[in-house]
């Protein structure tokens, strides 16, 4: 029965994402129309300085609470100050299996991403980042998405699809998830990264050209603005590489993150604040580095 069940299983997934796919070519031919006439969505930056919560198209000033996975922290953040709300999406490990707010190793949560898109729905000065750590939750969470969100607020949908530095867990296969998200409506930003991994004391090898080359090849005929999620920590050494990336599309930026126990001085993250617009590099970091960063000469 349970071998049944799961076969079953496995073919409503088939369906609902082939129905996804269907459904974002029309509206992405939609969308294209709409384009043309001048409706083009407004990027990240300029959506919060439009509204007056960024003085400027800095993107040091945008501001992130993480892992909003629960009724309790969805409300907090809401209420917050901050811009943009990341949460993390998999399916349930029971019945009903649907897509809902949890990181690994938790299989359940208290909320749904149906509960939590319906929450975030009516906030309009917040953009969502949803983080998927699987295949399996793409599908049906991009159509609840399309389905319960209006147009044009910050959208970024974030998976590592590439092994990286220091890497031991598995990225995402990279082509199953970019035939997916390919077809989502232009104004939402795909968040692309490597798995990594870093050492107190050891020796952390930065990102390779390989690496670089392989990510630039997945991302060469995407429409979509894509910033690239790299490590803090790994940024010094792979000058370089990240910055031949960024040199192949205006479409292309960084968001530097960092691990709990990563250890780096600030002033590994300046080269790239002052070689390209400040708009093209986001700090997915603590306040206080992102006030030092703000502050720092841009020359």
Known sequence: MMRVGRVFFNILIVFFSGFFLLYMFWARAVEKDHSASGGMSEETLDYF????????RDAAEMSWSHAVNSRKSLAEALTGPTHMIEADVLIRGREPREPIMAHPP???????????????????????KLDF?????????????????VPGRPVWINAD????PGGWSQPLDARSFISVVSVLRLDTVLSLGWTTGW????????????MVHQMEELC?????????????????????????????SDRFSLTVWTGKSDEFPLEDLLPFRKQFNVSRIYYDLPQSWRTQLCSAPED
């Open 49 to 56: 300085v439009s509204r007056g919560l960024l003085p400027r």
């Open 106 to 128: 938790d299989t359940d949560s208290d909320i749904t991403l149906r509960e939590w898109l319906e929450s975030v729905k009516d906030h309009d000065n917040k953009g969502i």
């Open 133 to 149: 750590k699987s295949l399996e939750a793409l599908s049906p969470s991009l159509l609840l998405l399309h389905e319960l969100l």
């Open 161 to 164: 699809i590439l092994p990286g």
């Open 199 to 210: 050492k107190a004391g050891g020796e952390n090898p930065g990102y390779s050209w390989e």
């Open 220 to 248: 060469r005929n995407l429409q979509h603005d894509i910033t690239f999620a790299v490590r803090a920590a790994l940024l010094s050494s792979s000058a370089p590489q990240l910055t031949w990336l960024l040199q192949q």
